[in-house]
């Protein structure tokens, strides 16, 4: 059955999708939905994890090559009879027996996508072209986090799906910008020609507990500067915006849209828009009132503007974040004040 695309045109597949294991058609069928979950030891992967194993019927399979995850994040899994932890690098075949996968696996942090840009665009696109292979030969439904990324530095604010974006091609961060817009025509292209059952999310800045501390996000920089009495590093202009998402919000996007009925693309993303001085000034009154803002320099091609338009993701998948900017921050603060072993001061 053609799935609808957000954009309101049918992608009609030429063939129906392939069939999954005909175990799963019998009617003593009692094994659980094996999901993988690639990338499953990042950020909002532990975290997609944890929600996708409180359901008794899921097995969970998570590969992941620790290039920015850490099993860390998953210790309490390991060793539980439903979950399975995989060292393995996504650019590399893999055959196991699923029913969904979660394709997470990509550095997401700029300084690391950026450290190694061959490796980042080989992920996007051999890792993604390995992931449609393994869902066309098991018969798996394979969701993508894409990212606003693909929108570039936008000239229409806030962004639709329909916004084909502003991206620059041989740019610091094309490794990352391009390389998963690669990944998102690869995911349609397959859903065309092979009739493979696709999600694409479009993830906008997501922040939360278990974020790396040191991974240079500006989220987590001014916290664990702010934390660590050091100066909040706003980089120039300092009027460029982003909109923040909560961790738990985002996860329960990501599994509405698996289980509905649209392929998307769909803004996943909180609308609530934020200079990067504003963001400071909320960290600096909420974590350390002492704290200096100093500005630095910023990187090439660094968007100015950005926000979801998240029509589709309420019209579609009944979703729109809860946490607000302000609540959500404290429970990043208790997490990296555990973390750095900094107590509140009295
Ligand atoms: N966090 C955000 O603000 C954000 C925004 C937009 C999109 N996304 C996307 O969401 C996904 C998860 O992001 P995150 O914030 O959890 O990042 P993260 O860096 O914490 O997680 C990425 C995970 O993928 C793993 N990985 C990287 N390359 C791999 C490879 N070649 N093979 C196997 N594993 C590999 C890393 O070790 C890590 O565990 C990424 O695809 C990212 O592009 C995140
Ligand atoms: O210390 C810092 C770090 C960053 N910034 C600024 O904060 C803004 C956000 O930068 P971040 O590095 O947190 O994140 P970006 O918005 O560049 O990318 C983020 O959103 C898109 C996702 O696909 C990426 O995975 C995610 O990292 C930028 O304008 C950056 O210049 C600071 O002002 N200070």
């Known amino acids: 059955m053609a799935a609808n695309s957000s954009n309101g045109e049918q992608q009609t597949p030429s063939k129906p999708p392939p069939l999954p294991s005909p175990l799963r058609f019998s009617k003593f069928f009692q094994s659980n939905m094996r999901i993988l979950v690639t990338g499953g030891a990042g950020f909002i992967g532990s975290h997609l994890v944890d929600k996708l194993m409180e359901n008794e019927k899921n097995e969970v399979i998570v590969v992941d090559n620790y290039f920015t995850g850490s099993k860390d994040n998953l210790r309490k899994w390991i060793g539980h009879p439903r979950f399975e932890l995989i060292r393995h690098d996504v650019t590399e075949p893999l055959l196991v ?37 393994l869902a066309k030969r098991v018969g798996a439904r394979i969701l993508l986090t894409s990212t606003s990324e693909v929108y570039g530095d936008p000239l229409i604010h806030p962004q639709p799906e329909t916004y084909w974006g502003n991206v620059n091609p041989i740019g610091v961060r094309s490794c990352y910008d391009e390389g998963k817009r690669v990944a998102e025509t690869l995911m349609f292209d397959y859903h065309r020609q092979h009739g493979i059952e696709i999600r694409i999310a479009r993830i906008f800045n997501t922040y939360g507990p278990r974020m790396n501390i040191d991974d240079g996000r500006v989220v987590s920089n001014f916290i664990a500067q702010a934390l660590r009495g050091e100066p909040l590093t706003v980089q120039k202009p300092g009027t460029q915006t982003r909109s923040f998402c909560f961790v738990s919000d985002m996860v329960d996007g990501l599994i509405r849209l698996m289980e509905g009925e649209n392929t998307g693309p769909i803004n996943i993303g909180n609308p609530g828009e934020f200079t990067m001085l504003e963001l400071a000034e909320t960290v600096k009154e909420l974590i ?9 320099e910023n990187t090439p091609d660094d968007p100015r503007q950005r926000k979801p338009d998240i029509t589709k993701a309420k019209e579609l998948l009944g979703w729109e974040p809860k946490m607000k900017l302000r609540d959500g921050l404290p429970l990043m603060e208790e997490d990296f004040r555990l973390r750095l072993g900094v107590s509140k001061e009295k």
């Open 97 to 133: 027996e699923v029913d969904q996968i979660y394709h997470l696996a990509c550095p997401a942090s700029p300084i690391f996508y950026k450290h190694n840009p061959v490796k980042t665009i080989k992920t996007n696109v051999i890792g993604t072209l390995n992931m449609l292979g």
């Open 288 to 296: 350390n009132p002492k704290v200096e803002i100093k500005m630095v």
